[in-house]
């Protein structure tokens, strides 16, 4: 048996069709190996994210760590006074400054005194009395219109500052009666889209915002001297009290608050002493004159259980913030609300 000797366009035409099939088998191989990479890149991408994230919230948690030891070291040192209280001379209280890390970035925390803040949930109690027109007001409720009135970039008419602060009582009260000039279910209903009033006490300051008469503007002044912790209103820290709150410290049955000199004098006192002697001579200072103050002293106090912990670290060229509530019972510090934050 004889074979037929294969032409020379037929060896020609065999070597043409293996290179085609080595070059699809090439391409093939190539376009796994350039979908394999790029697979294989984006998961070490999102291990290194995961890890820096992991890395970032540890230091972050060691800067919750530092706090709570910080005031744990100011109770202890308070235990040695006459009379403890938390002023802006103690450990806690003093300007943070960056911590470098070995491998390169910083971390930076700083604590606030929750209660040197008006707490928005003291507004939930309504008059027991009240009065002509229902005019009369609680301590906490004058205390609070006396603040809108004060605040430095929005300053309200003493109307409107009766306005708001009723519609946050009417918001946190259990009912759905409307106070005099305040807001319930009736206004709320009638918004796009429709709600209802909480008519609970409040989880956070942005819920301000849901509140009638409140404007984005008066929000923005208004945030960052009220706070909703704790939950239980503890009375106003006059060693940590900020400007507009010292001004909002009035006599009984005031509506206005004390003038810019008057609040002036105040601060200086506080800025340059770390602090005020104590309730009594603060209560008894120049710029309250014979008025009676026993509303105010009901709403004042000199010692704090409840700090705003704001740490940042940079890992890597990436920050991350977290804010942290701490509570403080005697040696015992524990975070009651963390809230987390890239920048």
Same mark, same amino acid.
Request: proline letters at 6%; aromatic letters at 10%.
């Given at each position: 048996?004889?074979?037929? @000797?294969?032409?020379?366009?037929?060896?020609l035409?065999?070597?043409?069709v293996?290179?085609?099939?080595? +070059?699809l088998? /090439?391409?093939?191989? =190539?376009a796994?190996?350039v979908a394999?990479?790029r697979?294989?890149?984006?998961?070490?991408?999102?291990g290194?994210?995961l890890?820096? $994230?992991?890395?970032?919230y540890? &230091?972050?948690?060691?800067?919750e760590? %530092?706090?709570?030891?910080?005031l744990v070291?100011?109770?202890d040192?308070? $235990?040695?006074?006459?009379?403890?209280?938390?002023?802006?001379n103690?450990?806690?209280?003093?300007?943070?400054t960056? &911590?470098? +890390?070995?491998?390169?970035?910083?971390?930076?925390?700083?604590?606030?005194d929750?209660?040197?803040?008006?707490n928005?949930?003291?507004?939930?109690? =309504?008059?027991?009395?009240?009065g002509e027109a229902?005019q009369?007001?609680?301590?906490? *409720?004058a205390?609070?219109?006396?603040?809108l $009135?004060?605040?430095?970039?929005?300053?309200?008419?003493?109307?409107?500052?009766? =306005?708001? !602060?009723?519609?946050?009582?009417d918001?946190?009260?259990e009912?759905?009666?409307p106070?005099?000039?305040?807001a319930?279910?009736d206004?709320?209903?009638?918004?796009?889209?429709?709600?209802?009033?909480? #008519?609970h006490?409040?989880?956070s300051?942005?819920?301000?915002?849901?509140?009638? #008469?409140?404007?984005?503007?008066l929000?923005?002044? %208004?945030? @960052?001297?009220?706070?909703?912790?704790?939950?239980?209103?503890?009375? %106003?820290?006059?060693?940590?009290?900020?400007?507009?709150?010292?001004?909002a410290?009035?006599?009984?049955?005031?509506?206005?608050?004390?003038?810019?000199?008057?609040?002036d004098?105040?601060?200086?006192?506080?800025? *340059?002493?770390?602090?005020?002697?104590?309730?009594?001579? /603060?209560?008894?200072?120049?710029?309250?004159g014979?008025? !009676?103050?026993?509303?105010?002293?009901?709403?004042?106090?000199e010692?704090?259980s409840?700090?705003?912990?704001?740490?940042?670290?940079?890992?890597?060229?990436?920050k991350m913030r977290? &804010?942290?509530?701490l509570?403080?019972?005697k040696?015992a510090?524990?975070?009651?609300?963390?809230a987390?934050?890239?920048?």
């Open positions: 048996m004889h074979c037929r @000797p294969c032409s020379p366009g037929m060896r035409a065999e070597r043409g293996a290179l085609v099939v080595a +070059l088998v /090439f391409g093939l191989c =190539a796994l190996m394999m990479q697979e294989f890149t984006l998961f070490a991408q999102r290194a994210n890890f820096l $994230q992991d890395q970032g540890a &230091y972050l948690r060691g800067a760590e %530092l706090a709570a030891v910080a070291m100011d109770y040192a308070d $235990q040695s006074r006459a009379q403890p209280r938390d002023d802006k103690e450990i806690w209280a003093q300007q943070a960056p &911590y470098p +890390l070995d491998e390169g970035g910083w971390l930076v925390g700083s604590l606030q929750l209660q040197g803040r008006f928005l949930n003291t507004l939930a109690a =309504a008059p027991t009395e009240p229902g009369r007001f609680t301590p906490a *409720e205390f609070f219109i006396r603040l $009135q004060a605040l430095p970039d929005a300053a309200l008419g003493q109307a409107e500052a009766v =306005a708001v !602060t009723r519609a946050i009582g918001w946190l009260d009912d759905s009666i106070r005099a000039f305040g319930e279910d206004v709320y209903s009638g918004q796009t889209p429709a709600y209802r009033a909480a #008519n006490p409040m989880a300051v942005s819920e301000l915002r849901a509140v009638a #008469n409140m404007t984005p503007q929000y923005v002044a %208004l945030a @960052p001297w009220v706070t909703v912790w704790p939950r239980t209103p503890a009375p %106003l820290n006059i060693h940590t009290a900020s400007l507009p709150l010292l001004r410290i009035n006599g009984d049955g005031e509506l206005t608050p004390l003038s810019e000199a008057q609040g004098a105040l601060w200086q006192t506080q800025q *340059e002493e770390g602090g005020f002697a104590d309730l009594e001579t /603060f209560l008894a200072h120049s710029v309250f014979e008025k !009676t103050m026993t509303d105010a002293g009901s709403l004042l106090g010692s704090s409840w700090f705003l912990l704001s740490a940042e670290v940079e890992v890597a060229e990436r977290l &804010y942290s509530v509570q403080r019972d040696r510090v524990r975070p009651i609300v963390r987390m934050g890239s920048l």
